[in-house]
């Protein structure tokens, strides 16, 4: 069985208890307009161009097969429509600008490369979190990999949008120490219009998560002109309210770090003109109601 991953991180202390080792899982069933590795959305390898890195050598417009490259005003440009995503141009690119994003392991060989973070782990109580792009989606690898790093004593963790059939979150709760959940908007449509899905069975499985006695950390990550007001995150609140004594809740702030992959993966960013979130409305926000971390 094989994964689909786009990067480890390791030394993340904001991932779970301790130091930790992230590995994003590459593909996603939601559209957040906000997403900061849009690079995780499709579940197959991709292209991406640094223009900054480009040294315009040109050695990667003679060997794409389709003539799909060509040489613009100050940088290259691909054709996304018709690139296949062979990767023979990121093998020419000596200045690292062009680069395939995705690449397959099996669980075995993942541990392979976690292996060595180990005495971090030890130390400081840390262990392994899942992320993404969307753990769920390789429910199955995700199993195996958490099944070996239990083996070994580690602490586990997801970060998932719990947007799945009951059925597949339940397999992985014998696993998985934490779960790392993000809530987002209080009414369904609302939802489904900002990230391409509705709120309902989120709601439902973070209720059964907290019935089953898991380890759950809820978070709404605050967008400006989205979700940045009061009402808003009352509405929220009062929804996990029935277990509200089951979970910890916080809120995160939006950021704009991630906004310059759009451009090197080719893809339209609706967010791209707003600004961050200040740390003062975020702890204002954090104080108008029950949240506990
Ligand atoms: S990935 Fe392949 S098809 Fe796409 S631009 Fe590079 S060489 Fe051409
Ligand atoms: S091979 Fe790399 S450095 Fe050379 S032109 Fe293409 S993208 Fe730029």
């Not at 590795?37 to 480009?54: F, G």
Request: proline letters at 4%.
């Amino acid at each position: 069985m094989k994964g689909l991953i786009t990067a480890l991180q390791r030394m993340s202390i904001h991932d779970g208890p301790g130091i930790r080792t992230v590995v994003f899982m590459k593909g996603c069933n939601m559209r957040c307009k906000w997403c900061h590795n849009p690079e995780t959305w499709i579940r197959e390898p991709q292209l991406q161009y640094i223009k900054e890195k480009c040294i315009h050598c040109l050695s990667c417009l003679h060997v794409c097969p389709g003539r799909v490259i060509e040489e613009g005003d100050g940088s290259m440009m691909i054709d996304r429509e018709k690139c296949t995503s062979c990767g023979l141009c990121s093998q020419v690119c000596c200045s690292g600008a062009l680069s395939m994003v995705g690449r397959e392991v099996s669980p075995e060989q993942l541990w392979v490369e976690i292996e060595q973070d180990l005495p971090y782990f030890g130390e400081s109580g840390g262990g392994v979190t899942i992320s993404g792009g969307e753990p769920l989606m390789q429910a199955g690898f995700v199993k195996e990999f958490l099944l070996i790093c239990k083996r070994n004593g580690l602490h586990t963790a997801i970060e998932t949008n719990a947007s799945f059939p009951w059925k597949i979150i339940e397999e992985l709760i014998p696993y998985t120490d934490l779960w790392v959940c993000d809530f987002k908007l209080s009414d369904d449509k609302k939802h489904r219009e900002w990230t391409g899905i509705g709120n309902v069975v989120i709601l439902n499985n973070l209720k059964k998560l907290a019935g089953r006695g898991a380890a759950l950390c809820v978070r709404t990550p605050v967008i400006p002109g989205v979700n940045d007001n009061e009402d808003e995150i009352k509405a929220i609140c009062s929804l996990l309210q029935p277990v509200r004594d089951k979970l910890t809740y916080t809120l995160l702030g939006f950021h704009t770090l991630g906004f310059g992959k759009y451009e090197s993966l080719g893809m339209d960013n609706v967010l791209k003109d707003k600004e961050p979130l200040s740390a003062e409305r975020l702890e204002e926000l954090k104080k108008i109601t029950w949240i506990n971390c």
